[in-house]
C-alpha cells in the first residue's frame, strides 16, 4: 500500500503554495480602493460612536421586526436612524462634528441613510408590514454603500 507522505519535493511544494497564499492575500490586503475623508480627530471619535450607536440601533430594529413588533421597530428607525436622527451633534464644537467635515458625496450618502430609514418607519409605523419589510434592506444597504465607498484612516 503507497503511504501519503511528504518527501522533500512535497515540502518544496508546500512551500511554494505556501509563499503564493501570503503573495496573494497581501495583495488583497494592501488594495484598499475606498475614498479616504479626513475628518478632524474630534469628528473622526463622534463618527465612531454614531456607528456604534447605528449597529445597536439596527440590531433592536431586526430583533423587533423579527418578533413581529413592526410598530415599535418604526419607532426606532425614526428616532435612532431616520431623519429625527439627524443634528445630533450640532451642539458640538465644530470640529467634533463630522458632517460638515465630509465630502459632499459621502455626506450624501448620510442623507440617504436618513430617508431609507424614515421610509421604512413611516410603512413601518403605519401597520404597513408588507411595505416595511420590503424596505428593511435599504437599511443595511445604505451602511454597506457608504462603508463600501469611503473610509476615515
Ligand atoms: C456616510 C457614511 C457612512 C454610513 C451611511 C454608515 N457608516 Fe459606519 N462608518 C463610516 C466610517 C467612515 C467609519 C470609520 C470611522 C472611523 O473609525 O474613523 C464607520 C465605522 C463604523 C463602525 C465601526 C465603529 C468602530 O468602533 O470602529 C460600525 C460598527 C459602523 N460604522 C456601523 C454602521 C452601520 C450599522 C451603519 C448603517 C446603519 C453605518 N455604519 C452607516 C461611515 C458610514
Known amino acids: 500500500m503507497k503511504h501519503f507522505y511528504f518527501n522533500r519535493r ?15 492575500s497581501h495583495a488583497v490586503l494592501a488594495e484598499d480602493t475606498r475614498q479616504r475623508a479626513t475628518l478632524p ?5 463622534s463618527l465612531r460612536q454614531e456607528m456604534l450607536d447605528n449597529l445597536l440601533a439596527i ?3 431586526l430583533t423587533l421586526v423579527a418578533a413581529d413588533k413592526i410598530k415599535d421597530a418604526g419607532d426606532v428607525a425614526e428616532q435612532k436612524l ?5 443634528g445630533k451633534n450640532r451642539s458640538l ?3 467634533a462634528r463630522p458632517g460638515p467635515h465630509m465630502p459632499p458625496d459621502m455626506h450624501a450618502l448620510g442623507m440617504d441613510g436618513h430617508k431609507a430609514a424614515s421610509e421604512f418607519a ?8 408588507d411595505r416595511a419589510l420590503t424596505l428593511l434592506p435599504n437599511l443595511t ?9 469611503w473610509r476615515t484612516r
Not at 512535497?10 to 496573494?24: E, P, T
Not at 480627530?41 to 471619535?45: D, F, G, K
Not at 444597504?141 to 465607498?149: F, I, K, P, T, W
Open 141 to 149: 444597504s445604505a451602511c454597506v454603500g457608504c462603508h463600501y465607498s
Open 59 to 61: 440590531n433592536e430594529i
Open 122 to 129: 413611516k410603512a413601518a409605523r403605519a401597520g404597513e408590514r
Open 41 to 45: 480627530p474630534a469628528a473622526q471619535e
Open 93 to 95: 464644537p465644530f470640529e
Open 10 to 24: 512535497g515540502f518544496a511544494r508546500l512551500g511554494i503554495i505556501g509563499a503564493s497564499c501570503l503573495l496573494i
Open 82 to 86: 431616520g431623519l429625527s436622527a439627524q
